[in-house]
């Protein structure tokens, strides 16, 4: 796992998501998906971007089939914006860095 960003589970969820301050980005991805490894470049060097700022949290469908049903996680990679425990947020599908800058920005401020 890259620098800044945290490897969530089931077992984690709840305390890495939902317990955690300010805002964070969850990547919903798995090993066999293509635009999941397009993303993921991308996500951690916003994770480290942003350090300090906003968490980064990655949660393999595959390893993790409850949390991805729980949200309803119909197609990877979904990029889901939490805040206070609560869904605010999402992108679906490999998008570009700006687009998922501009959205981080929108809810930092």
Not at 48 to 56: A, D, F
Not at 71 to 83: D, S, V
Not at 86 to 102: I, N, T
Request: aromatic share 8%.
């Amino acid at each position: 796992m890259a620098e800044g960003v945290i490897n969530a589970t089931t077992a984690t969820w709840d305390t890495e998501v939902l317990g955690a301050q300010g805002l964070v980005l969850v990547d919903f991805w798995a090993v066999w998906c293509g635009p999941c490894r397009m993303v993921a470049p991308i996500v951690e060097d916003l994770a480290r971007e942003y350090t300090g700022k906003m968490k980064v949290v990655k949660l393999n469908t595959d390893e993790n089939p409850d949390i991805a049903s729980k949200y309803k996680i119909m197609g990877i990679p979904t990029l889901m914006f939490f805040k206070g425990g609560q869904k605010v947020d999402q992108l679906v599908g490999a998008v570009p860095k700006s687009q998922l800058k501009d959205k981080i920005e929108n809810h930092l401020t």
